[in-house]
């Protein structure tokens, strides 16, 4: 037997919800957490806290506004991510899934909604397997399926109708080719998961969102995840305008639907939920499905804030998602963390979301949604040894009071800069603000190259995007995308 030791000033087993010690040794061995000593203090200042994960994530290595989106509601910012062509999908997977661990992630989500498209689909996902181990995140892996509405949430005829003339056959061409047929979706879904599924990589179903999947296609992935137990990850409910789809779609109720068919279980991660009722909540709470909420995109897209207290109140199992598109643009997600806390705590004397619970919500249940991983999300032994050890000497200087919590400090101040080590099922994989497994800054570097090399400056789909986005705003604040007009 191996045994890692790391050593902190601080140890948070279980942040805003146990006391805090003085002076620890993690002890590590086979992935998991062996036992804690107590040791004493070596002046350090590192604080020892559980990994965090990002439960909802899509391994883009460009940002939105590079590209020309910022500021956008989704249902137009969704195309502006098409302005640049395929690239090399080791590189692009490499890129994202280094920067989230540099940012204190150690298990991040991969809902892959863009296929580069240079190799077949099955290459491609080895491809980004490969950036993964090499990096050493763990990662959940969804291919995305979508098999309706590709433009709006209307029938596709009477959107491209309501488009000028003078873009519609490009956007008809660029946007409205055939999809898979469901039973090959299915098909494709479970060759990944045959060729690739393993540790460190959770292959799970992707269905798009309801508005962007059909019913056989919806049904067809219930069956086949209660029968085959592979976990499933969709969007539901981001904005105000799926809402409105939602509601005339299904009178009977979204949620309701997905329970109907078998799809909301406890295998089923639902990200953002912002448009969610409380009655919607409820059913989400008893079938034990998880919610990604996604705070900082949220209010990036335009897309509103998600009842993150109602949430806890009706007993979901939440987590935290960054989506990539963190405030800065950046995935720090110890940033993101505090936006979420500050956010959706609560006001005055009324109490939302407490301290420990925004922990859970960033370190314990995105573990399941990313590696299917059942534990407390604690630095005990028997969990997973998934470790974040900030600089607490770097943002404590003037601590002054020793019953002044350590955890109150990094809430309030600590950011990725103070990241010191990321551990992840033991391994290493952030050490002194670098990754132990690429060059990050070099793989950046060859993606940007890549792009600038095969961006065509006389392409005429920047253009047409940007006149895509101008129509579809008279399109959804008239309810046209509800097939009403």
């Known amino acids: 037997m191996t045994i890692q030791t790391v050593q902190a000033d601080w140890l948070l087993a279980q942040p805003g919800s146990q006391e805090e010690q003085r002076g620890?040794?993690?002890?590590?061995?086979?992935?998991?957490?062996?036992?804690?000593?107590?040791?004493?203090?070596?002046?350090?200042?590192?604080?020892?806290?559980?990994?965090?994960?990002?439960?909802?994530?899509?391994?883009?290595?460009?940002?939105?506004?590079?590209?020309?989106?910022?500021?956008?509601?989704?249902e137009?910012?969704?195309?502006?991510?098409?302005?640049?062509?395929?690239?090399?999908?080791?590189?692009?997977?490499a890129a994202s899934f280094g920067r989230s661990a540099l940012r204190g992630v150690g298990r991040v989500m991969c809902h892959h909604t863009r296929l580069q498209g240079l190799t077949d689909p099955i290459s491609e996902v080895g491809e980004v397997a490969r950036a993964a181990r090499d990096v050493g995140v763990q990662v959940g892996f969804a291919l995305a399926?979508?098999?309706?509405?590709?433009?709006?949430?209307?029938?596709?005829?009477?959107?491209?109708?309501?488009?000028?003339?003078?873009?519609?056959?490009?956007?008809?061409?660029?946007?409205?080719?055939?999809?898979?047929?469901?039973?090959?979706?299915?098909?494709?879904?479970?060759?990944?998961?045959?060729?690739?599924?393993?540790?460190?990589?959770?292959?799970?179903?992707?269905?798009a969102g309801v508005q962007w999947c059909s019913a056989e296609l919806l049904e067809l992935i219930a069956d086949a995840s209660a029968r085959n137990g592979r976990q499933v990850h969709m969007h539901l409910l981001e904005t105000r305008y799926q809402r409105e789809w939602a509601d005339q779609a299904y009178p009977d109720g979204i949620v309701t639907y997905l329970r109907d068919i078998g799809l909301l279980s406890p295998r089923l991660t639902l990200a953002h939920c912002v448009y969610c009722r409380p009655e919607e909540?409820?059913?989400?709470?008893?079938?034990?499905?998880?919610?990604?909420?996604?705070?900082?995109?949220?209010?990036?897209?335009?897309?509103?804030?998600?009842?993150?207290?109602?949430?806890?109140?009706?007993?979901?199992?939440?987590?935290?998602?960054?989506?990539?598109?963190?405030?800065?643009?950046?995935?720090?997600?110890?940033?993101?963390?505090?936006?979420?806390h500050h956010l959706h705590k609560g006001w005055g004397y009324e109490t939302a979301m407490s301290h420990a619970q925004a922990w859970q919500i960033a370190s314990r249940y995105g573990r399941y949604s990313v590696s299917g991983v059942i534990d407390?999300?604690?630095?005990?032994?028997?969990?997973?040894?998934?470790?974040?050890?900030?600089?607490?000497?770097?943002?404590?200087?003037?601590?002054?009071?020793?019953?002044?919590?350590?955890?109150?400090?990094?809430?309030?101040?600590?950011?990725?800069?103070?990241?010191r080590k990321v551990i992840v099922g033991g391994r290493t994989i952030v050490d002194n603000g670098q990754l132990t497994g690429i060059d990050h800054a070099a793989v950046m570097s060859e993606v940007l190259a890549e792009v600038r090399g095969k961006i065509d400056q006389q392409d005429d789909w920047r253009r047409i995007v940007r006149e895509l986005d101008v129509a579809l705003k008279p399109f959804y604040q008239g309810k046209q995308h509800l097939g009403c007009c």
């Open 76 to 93: 137009s910012w969704l195309f502006y991510l098409g302005v640049i062509p395929g690239l090399d999908a080791y590189r692009v997977a």
């Open 281 to 340: 909540l409820s059913m989400i709470a008893e079938s034990g499905a998880t919610i990604a909420v996604n705070t900082s995109s949220n209010l990036g897209l335009r897309s509103g804030i998600a009842p993150v207290g109602a949430m806890l109140a009706q007993g979901c199992k939440v987590a935290m998602g960054l989506d990539g598109f963190a405030l800065d643009e950046d995935d720090d997600a110890v940033r993101e963390l505090r936006l979420l």
């Open 145 to 207: 399926m979508r098999d309706r509405n590709p433009i709006s949430y209307a029938d596709t005829g009477q959107t491209l109708n309501q488009l000028p003339a003078s873009i519609r056959a490009a956007v008809k061409a660029r946007l409205d080719g055939p999809s898979l047929p469901p039973r090959e979706y299915m098909a494709l879904s479970d060759a990944i998961a045959e060729e690739w599924h393993g540790p460190g990589f959770n292959v799970q179903y992707g269905p």
């Open 376 to 419: 407390n999300g604690t630095l005990t032994a028997g969990e997973a040894a998934d470790v974040l050890l900030l600089d607490g000497g770097a943002f404590m200087q003037d601590r002054l009071f020793d019953d002044v919590g350590v955890f109150d400090f990094v809430l309030a101040r600590a950011n990725a800069s103070h990241i």
């Open 24 to 74: 620890a040794g993690i002890l590590m061995d086979d992935g998991e957490i062996a036992r804690i000593e107590p040791m004493a203090q070596t002046g350090s200042g590192l604080i020892a806290l559980p990994g965090l994960s990002n439960a909802h994530d899509h391994g883009r290595a460009i940002s939105s506004t590079a590209l020309g989106g910022f500021d956008r509601p989704l």
